[in-house]
């Protein structure tokens, strides 16, 4: 837990990648964009969040191929906890080595964040 607050706090909103634009295969996760103005590091936020909840395989390997696990750690800490499904939080925490027990943590806010549709009256 120690290791992503400390990143956090030293490089909040500033990912490490070099400039570069999406490959074409992506631009159907992106389709109300003008996807040849999405930059892989000016957009990053938008470029994780959006594989992370609804990729396809190759999609997914590609984003764990173009970020480190610190950036993609980061936008988990930072915005991954507010807009992605506990399922889709939980599978890249993992898959970025987030310590169990602040994984574990993240999903429980997701999960509450959810439970509008638990809590809905229904006859």
Same mark, same amino acid.
């Given at each position: ?67 480190? @696990? ?6 988990? %800490? !930072? ?6 499904? $506990? #399922?889709?939080? =939980?599978?890249? @925490? ?6 169990? %027990? !602040? ?6 806010? $997701? #999960?509450?964040? =959810? ?9």
């Amino acid at each position: 837990m120690e290791k992503i607050i400390e990143l956090t706090q030293k490089n909040i909103g500033k990912f490490t990648m070099q400039s570069a634009s999406i490959p074409i295969f992506l631009n159907s996760f992106f389709w109300e964009y003008d996807t040849a103005t999405i930059d892989t590091a000016k957009h990053a936020s938008l470029i994780m969040g959006r594989i992370m909840e609804r990729g396809s395989w190759e999609a997914m390997r590609w984003l764990h191929q173009t970020y480190s @696990a610190d950036d993609l750690a980061l936008f988990l %800490r !930072t915005k991954g906890i507010q807009i992605l499904p $506990a #399922r889709e939080l =939980n599978f890249w @925490a993992l898959l970025c080595g987030v310590p169990d %027990r !602040t994984r574990n943590h993240w999903v429980k806010k $997701a #999960r509450a964040k =959810n439970s509008v549709w638990t809590q809905r009256y229904a006859h």
